[in-house]
């Protein structure tokens, strides 16, 4: 390809409204241009790189024995009833009625396609035999995100891989699941990523049942857990921590005092108006569990951690008690709610770190009043401690004898132990050996492909533009001539491009009539991994320049073979991947 005959439509500015990295220079490099909120129109640049991402994935997908499909964007919404996702998604499904003659018509776009693909295995599918089976496809996804931001990392219409795999036992889940796991990591290693595979939250199955493949970046809108000498790592609903020791300081037990603290109901108010820390003082939530309300203590600068409570009250469901219920139960309004002396007996549930406290602060159950010297045990009982909060920097790791550390990463990868909640919900059976009517176990695995794109740029750039490693570069190589109004320069320039395009290398010549820090910076922007220089004075020497984006110092090549010698280049680099390797930032 020719610049002058494509459109990169470059800019110097920043663009407004861009705020991290990846999304400036995908808008700068124009790779993207942005249609509305949350919808972007790929320009040939970008294009290129996400056709390639999905290739990537396509091969990866394909190598474990996977199928394609194609399902439709286009989907009933009386598939999404039949689960219960209408409600479960709530705004985030876009979905809408047409007309046909004289009926409507209800639908939605599928914003994944667990639904569909359990619809189409419940009528093909009906054997132990037919199993197991991985089916996938490469498709837009639709979902009315909230928050539609960060460029392509997060919008309302993406590009995802989802694949689902249906197994006749758990067991036999297992190895599908671990398959598309390793395929995760290949695919993730090849487009030159650094990668986490973190343990997540996991659903009916359990277990080792569900792993998110986060990219380390500073702008990532998730958090992960990571040990760095053992490696553990899990998302922030899932993180566990170490066992704790009192780290505080362990004074005397003192007489429990009634102070007063006049409007003062958050952590931060109180903590001011009686000169205390937040560690010094105890968070008392109230939740509503499936048996009613319970009580939730956590240290004043510790976060709960919903899931951990879920799990530790054996709830199926759980939410924050609303106002009344808090005045009905604590015999105060919100703010004021403390384990000593609650008006009803509800179970008390607390954070392990919290029994390590003495002389805490917490509320007193009565309007704008606290008390201070509270003494776990001495003054209120817990009926259940346990690991009830989000892990944070410097917890002790579950697994080792190290510390963790607090990490902002973007999911890209997702796998998922199903178990067989959409197998029952749309009746797709098989019959075993034994002729037993049992459900399909299922298993699902998404990618977000653009988030391939936006999560690379984001964590391989300068200050000039994007990195590209070759495997996801628009194209490998740029050929510059420096001056096209010089004939010799310029012939040789389309010799080495014919040649090089000729050889299979991705190539674009940048022909335009520019001068020549116009196309240097342009170059760095794009980031193309190779680019070559071809100058009057090199050429009387019998020379080109060469210089790879993440090297500083560019290197002079005979003319003589530099077709053969930059041909090789690239191949080994495709293969490999080692030079680009080491620019790659330590996770
Ligand atoms: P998130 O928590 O970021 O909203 P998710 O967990 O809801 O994502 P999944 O349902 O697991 O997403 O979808 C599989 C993959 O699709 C994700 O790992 C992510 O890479 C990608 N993805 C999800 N939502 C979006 C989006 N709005 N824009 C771009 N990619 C997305
Ligand atoms: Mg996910």
Redesign the pocket.
């Known amino acids: 390809m020719r610049w002058t005959q494509t459109l990169i439509p470059t800019m110097k500015e920043t663009p407004e409204g861009a705020e991290i990295p990846s999304h400036v220079l995908m808008l700068r490099a124009g790779l993207i241009h942005q249609v509305m909120a949350?919808a972007y129109t790929y320009l040939p640049l970008g294009r290129r790189a996400l056709n390639k991402a999905e290739q990537i994935v396509r091969e990866e997908m394909d190598r474990t024995g996977a199928v394609e499909i194609l399902m439709s964007a286009l989907t009933p919404i009386s598939l999404w009833e039949q689960t219960g996702r209408v409600e479960a998604f709530g705004d985030v499904l876009i979905q809408f009625a047409v007309r046909r003659q004289n009926r409507k018509v209800q639908m939605a776009l599928g914003?994944?396609h667990e639904e569909v693909v359990t619809d189409l295995v419940a009528k093909f599918i009906s054997s132990y035999r037919q199993m197991p089976i991985t089916l996938y496809q490469i498709q837009t996804?639709f979902?009315n995100?909230e928050r539609?931001r960060f460029g392509?990392?997060?919008?309302?219409?993406?590009?995802?891989k989802?694949a689902y795999s249906f197994d006749v036992s758990v067991e036999s889940l297992g190895k599908s699941y671990k398959k598309m796991y390793a395929a995760y990591c290949r695919i993730f290693a090849r487009c030159g990523l650094k990668y986490l595979a973190v343990e997540a939250e996991s659903g009916p199955i359990g277990g080792d049942a569900s792993h998110?493949?986060m990219i380390v970046a500073e702008n990532g809108?998730?958090s992960i857990i990571h040990c760095k000498d053992c490696g553990y790592a899990a998302n922030l609903e899932k993180a566990e921590i170490g066992a704790r020791s009192g780290s505080l300081s362990r004074g005397l037990p003192q007489e429990i005092e009634q102070v007063a603290t006049p409007g003062a109901t958050t952590i931060e108010q109180v903590s001011r108006f009686l000169k205390c820390k937040p560690e010094e003082m105890i968070k008392t939530l109230v939740y509503v569990a499936d048996a009613g309300p319970i009580a939730v203590l956590v240290r004043g600068d510790h976060e709960a951690n919903e899931n951990k409570i879920r799990r530790a009250a054996k709830a199926q469901k759980l939410a924050l008690a609303d106002p009344a219920t808090i005045q009905r139960v604590t015999g105060a309004p919100v703010g004021f709610a403390g384990p000593v002396g609650l008006r009803e007996k509800i179970p008390v549930y607390a954070d392990r770190d919290v029994e390590f406290m003495i002389n805490a602060v917490t509320g007193a159950n009565q309007a704008d009043t606290h008390l201070k010297g509270v003494n776990p045990g001495r003054d209120f009982q817990i009926d259940c401690a346990a690991d009830l909060r989000n892990a944070r920097s410097g917890d002790p790791c579950p697994r080792c004898s190290s510390r963790v550390a607090l990490r902002h990463a973007?999911?890209?990868?997702?796998v998922?132990k199903l178990g067989t909640k959409y197998s029952e919900a749309l009746n797709a059976r098989f019959l075993d050996a034994q002729e037993q009517l049992r459900p399909i176990i299922m298993g699902c695995y998404?990618?977000?492909?653009?988030?391939?794109i936006?999560g690379l740029i984001e964590t391989s750039n300068d200050a000039q533009g994007i990195i590209w490693p070759v495997a996801l570069a628009p194209y490998e190589v740029v050929v510059a001539p420096i001056n096209v109004a010089d004939a010799p320069s310029r012939e040789a320039a389309e010799r080495i491009y014919d040649a090089l395009a000729a050889a299979g290398i991705d190539v674009l010549l940048d022909d335009r009539d520019v001068r020549a820090g116009v196309k240097f910076k342009d170059a760095d922007l794009v980031g193309f991994p190779l680019r070559v220089v071809i100058g009057d004075r090199g050429l009387k020497q019998g020379q080109i320049e060469i210089k790879w984006r993440w090297e500083e110092k560019p290197q002079m090549i005979p003319l003589e073979g530099a077709v053969a010698a930059i041909a090789d280049l690239i191949r080994q680099e495709r293969a490999s991947g080692a030079r680009f390797a080491p620019q790659k930032k330590s996770v």
Do not use: C, Q, W, Y
């Open positions: 949350g914003p994944t996804k979902r995100e539609p392509v990392l997060r919008t309302s219409e993406f590009l995802m989802d998110e493949f809108e998730d973007i999911e890209v990868g997702h998922f998404g990618i977000g492909v653009n988030r391939i936006a």
